[in-house]
């Protein structure tokens, strides 16, 4: 299913939830944080997407490749932590987002940025969901 063509109003209304959530957003971060969320929810299309993006914002190979392991890897700030734990939390909702995961980032973003930071994980996921649901592949755009 092309689901821009099938429901653009749809379509429209999360582009524009994501571009008002990635405004001031460090590129880099928002492109670890929609990987990572794509890695979760087994999303090809939005892997290839997004790997491709980070890559042009300067992000090293070294740092994409290990980002299903950045717990164990040297490579991430803390602050990059802060918003991956995060991302995970949000993404397997069914595991809850703990306090000790949402209060550690909140140390590292002010309210306003935290905010715009949990609707980028959620408009990753809602692009993962309506990706996956609609088979739509890398390379089909």
């Known amino acids: 299913m092309n689901f821009a063509a099938v429901a653009?109003?749809?379509f429209k209304a999360v582009l524009g939830l994501h571009a008002a959530a990635v405004?001031?957003?460090d590129?880099?971060?928002v492109e670890?944080?929609?990987i990572r969320a794509a890695q979760l929810n087994h999303c090809a299309y939005c892997l290839d997407y997004h790997?491709?993006?980070a890559r042009k914002a300067g992000e090293s190979e070294?740092?994409?490749?290990?980002l299903p392991a950045w717990r164990e890897s040297s490579l991430y700030t803390v602050r990059e932590r802060a918003a991956l734990a995060l991302t995970e939390a949000v993404t397997l909702l069914p595991d809850g987002v703990s306090d000790e995961v949402y209060e550690e980032t909140a140390r590292h973003f002010d309210e306003a940025t935290l905010a715009r930071l949990i609707a980028v994980i959620l408009t990753?996921?809602?692009?993962n969901r309506m990706n996956v649901t609609t088979?739509?592949?890398p390379g089909t755009d």
Do not use: F
Not at 62 to 66: I, T
């Open 27 to 29: 590129p880099v971060l």
């Open 23 to 25: 405004e001031g957003l």
């Open 124 to 127: 990753a996921n809602t692009w």
């Open 62 to 66: 070294d740092r994409v490749h290990q």
């Open 32 to 34: 670890l944080v929609q």
């Open 135 to 137: 088979r739509k592949t």
């Open 51 to 53: 790997i491709t993006d």
């Open 8 to 10: 653009p109003k749809v």
